[in-house]
């Protein structure tokens, strides 16, 4: 099936500690993102790519990192200079020189920091 | 600046009813893409419906359709016959040119058997 996938669905992380997310699409989309969700804030943007090896920062980059080795994979880097990390983050990807620009979304991965 | 503003956190209709979610935007572009995207407690984000903004024709799908109002810069969601698997939180948000989404911060709607 065309998916996106994102693992692990649950992460518990002490602090200090750098953890990573991962995001994989088969779906051949060119651009993905990456989302974080906190309750009464609606989705804000961390970092986006359009194609392999290369991205850029979104509104709260700070404290995360990305790359783009790969046009099927977008994984997000929690860095330990992200100070409140416990959030739930969603990977998204979209097939860009379309009319339908049409977003789609992963299943998620809810961080919490112990 | 581009902005999506929801104006109702939590709204509730009676199963079977009709029930409209309101959605304002900003934007000095004039080409551009609306989303109503449906978020259910498993927190999968799926789209609703879609329109473009060059199409005056609103956009149905089945018992969801949108109020396009271009003018107003205004992007209705309008839920006809309500059922229980419809309690969700609802999210509005656009794509000008360029790459970049903007969301609102959603509506939760509760559907009440």
């Known amino acids: 099936d065309g998916g996106i996938t994102q693992s692990p669905k649950y992460l518990f992380r002490k602090e200090g500690q750098n953890v990573t997310l991962s995001c994989e699409q088969n779906l051949n989309h060119d651009a993905m993102y990456w989302y974080r969700q906190d309750p009464g804030q609606g989705l804000r943007l961390i970092y986006y790519s359009q194609i392999v090896n290369d991205f850029q920062k979104g509104d709260i980059a700070e404290g995360y990192s990305v790359s783009r080795e790969k046009k099927e994979s977008f994984p997000l880097t929690v860095t330990s200079a992200q100070k409140n990390p416990t959030a739930f983050y969603l990977c998204?990807?979209?097939?860009?020189?379309?009319?339908?620009?049409?977003?789609?979304f992963g299943p998620g991965t809810r961080l919490t920091v112990l | 600046a581009q902005t999506v503003t929801q104006s109702q956190p939590e709204m509730s209709v009676q199963e079977a009813e009709t029930v409209t979610l309101s959605c304002t935007y900003d934007t000095s572009e004039n080409n551009y893409y609306l989303f109503w995207y449906k978020q259910p407690p498993s927190r999968q984000m799926i789209l609703v419906i879609r329109q473009e903004a060059y199409k005056q024709q609103n956009a149905t799908e089945n018992r969801f359709s949108v109020n396009f109002q271009k003018a107003a810069k205004s992007f209705s969601l309008k839920i006809s016959d309500s059922q229980l698997g419809d309690t969700a939180m609802y999210f509005c948000a656009f794509i000008p040119t360029g790459n970049q989404f903007y969301f609102g911060t959603g509506t939760s709607l509760t559907v009440i058997p």
């Open positions: 998204a990807s979209r097939r860009t020189g379309t009319e339908l620009n049409t977003q789609y």
